[in-house]
């Protein structure tokens, strides 16, 4: 694990190293995934998608952690410089949650769509497994990083890990259930599902791969949140922020798929775009 990549002395963190990477990766997968005919459009939605991303991630991340950093702003205050304090609270509020920018990049999806009257689902059929390959590459960062960690299991388990000092969340010398590796794993795999799923199937209508992915995924991720072992991700009612949001995702897929079997319209899905 290493949280830093030291290029010419300077030290630059690998989640950010391995943010950019799933963002070249996502690009390269984008125009070779479509035809020169509509790829003018997949880079436009690529381009909105990254934005929203970046926006929900951070603003997602901002509400879970607000309630903690203002219930703890007056022993910052006590305690700290006013210059520290707000170094103190914009460090706090620097880091960006997966779902975030899921729905971030959804709704900017959403609105470029409604906009200019671009087809949605054909998009959302072709970005939906990009995405997958994306947050496997993003999980990688994660892991050298030392956030989103599982939680403690026994040392001689196959899939311990034992993060060193300098670990930027988890703590060190303790090992721990190697969760960013596991997710990004099933990413891969409902990313392979669907592959091999438009191959077989082909079908003529746009949106099962939307289906997949937001059956999958959230079905997986809501599991999965059971096996963490940090402490910042937000609880309501026993559950998680993400628990929450992978019910709504699932249950949006449930929904999308009925509409599909039952050739519900669906806007601005006019022409097949990917």
């Not at 963002?23 to 070779?32: D, E, H, M, P, R």
Request: net charge positive; aromatic share 14%; glycine share 8%.
């Amino acid at each position: 694990m290493r949280p830093f990549l030291i290029v010419f002395g300077m030290a630059i963190p690998m989640f950010f190293v391995m943010a950019m990477l799933a963002i070249i990766v996502s690009f390269g997968l984008v125009l070779a995934c479509t035809r020169k005919s509509n790829r003018l459009d997949a880079v436009h939605y690529f381009v909105v998608i990254i934005c929203g991303a970046f926006v929900g991630a951070w603003l997602l991340h901002t509400l879970v952690n607000l309630p903690r950093i203002i219930n703890a702003w007056q022993i910052i205050s006590a305690t700290m410089t006013l210059t520290n304090a707000l170094e103190y609270v914009f460090t706090q509020l620097s880091g960006m949650v997966f779902y975030g920018g899921l729905l971030g990049g959804l709704a900017a999806m959403l609105a470029y769509s409604k906009y200019f009257k671009v087809p949605l689902l054909p998009f959302m059929d072709m970005f939906a497994p990009i995405v997958l390959v994306a947050h496997a590459v993003g999980r990688l960062g994660c892991f050298f990083a030392g956030c989103c960690y599982g939680m403690v299991i026994d040392a001689s388990h196959p899939l311990a890990i034992v993060y060193p000092p300098g670990s930027l969340g988890a703590p060190y010398g303790v090992p721990l259930l190697a969760m960013p590796l596991i997710e990004a794993s099933f990413n891969l795999i409902i990313a392979g599902a669907i592959y091999i799923f438009v191959r077989i199937k082909r079908p003529s209508r746009p949106g099962y791969c939307v289906v997949i992915y937001l059956l999958a995924y959230p079905a997986v991720r809501f599991i999965l949140e059971f096996f963490r072992g940090d402490i910042m991700r937000g609880v309501l009612l026993g559950m998680s922020t993400s628990q929450w949001i992978s019910i709504g995702l699932f249950s949006a897929g449930v929904a999308l798929y009925i509409s599909l079997r039952r050739n519900v319209y669906i806007p601005y899905n006019q022409k097949q775009g990917s």
